[in-house]
């Protein structure tokens, strides 16, 4: 079954502590994304990654940290979590080839993340 | 900066009534995507249309890509229909609007 998964669907943790929200994606997709949806304020972008090794700043990408070292893997990493980090997270994928292709945007199940 | 508007933020309608979501962008697309998110729940693709029309049951979705606009109508709706539904864009990135609330009262 084609699907993006993301790991893991709740995480409370401390100011500080490191974490890794993993994503992974069985469709071979070129394009991945992470979002932070705040209530309000829809989706907004933190980093995205058109292919292997290529990844690029988002609209809000302070605080957090991607890798693409595989094509089916985006791992979001927060070194030093903040409080205003507490937010619903989003991974995403699709295709993208030269130029963007249209192609359905396919999501994960969402992460709730709480930092005290 | 908003490249997509979507109106109205929230909505509240009887059952069975006819709801139209709007959706009003100002870059260039080669695609727009309607998505639907349940409370608590993930993220899913209704439609994805680059012109015209498109019905998939009782939800139907145009595009006006002259007028950069894209409605989406819900005919005879029902409780379960009750979402945040989110126009999207793909242009050079992908870009989102900040979602419509609605609520079908029984």
């Known amino acids: 079954e084609a699907q993006v998964t993301q790991n893991p669907r709740y995480l409370i943790t401390v100011t500080g502590k490191k974490l890794t929200v993993t994503c992974s994606q069985n469709?071979?997709?070129?394009?991945m994304s992470w979002y932070r949806q705040d209530p309000g304020l829809g989706l907004r972008q933190i980093y995205y990654s058109m292919n292997v090794e290529v990844t690029d700043k988002g609209d809000v990408p302070e605080g957090y940290k991607v890798s693409r070292k595989e094509k089916r893997n985006f791992p979001l990493i927060l070194e030093s979590p903040s409080p205003n980090q507490t937010s619903l997270y989003f991974c995403a994928s699709s295709l993208w080839g030269q130029g963007p292709r249209i192609s359905p945007l396919h999501f994960g199940n969402g992460t709730r993340l709480t930092v005290t | 900066k908003n490249e997509v508007e979507q109106s109205p933020q929230n909505l509240t309608a009887q059952e069975g009534e006819f709801i139209t979501i709007n959706c009003s962008y100002s870059?260039?697309?080669?695609?727009l995507h309607w998505l639907q998110q349940h409370p608590g729940g993930g993220i899913v693709s209704l439609f994805m249309?680059?012109?015209g029309k498109k019905k998939h049951g009782r939800l139907i979705a145009t595009i006006n890509i002259q007028e950069k606009h894209s409605s989406l109508h819900i005919t005879a709706s029902h409780p379960r229909d009750s979402a945040v539904y989110i126009c999207?864009?793909?242009?050079?990135?992908?870009?989102f609007g900040t979602g419509t609330s609605l609520t079908v009262i029984p």
């Open positions: 999207a864009l793909t242009g050079n990135q992908f870009y």
């Open positions: 870059v260039g697309i080669s695609a």
């Open positions: 249309l680059s012109s």
């Open positions: 469709m071979n997709h070129e394009y």
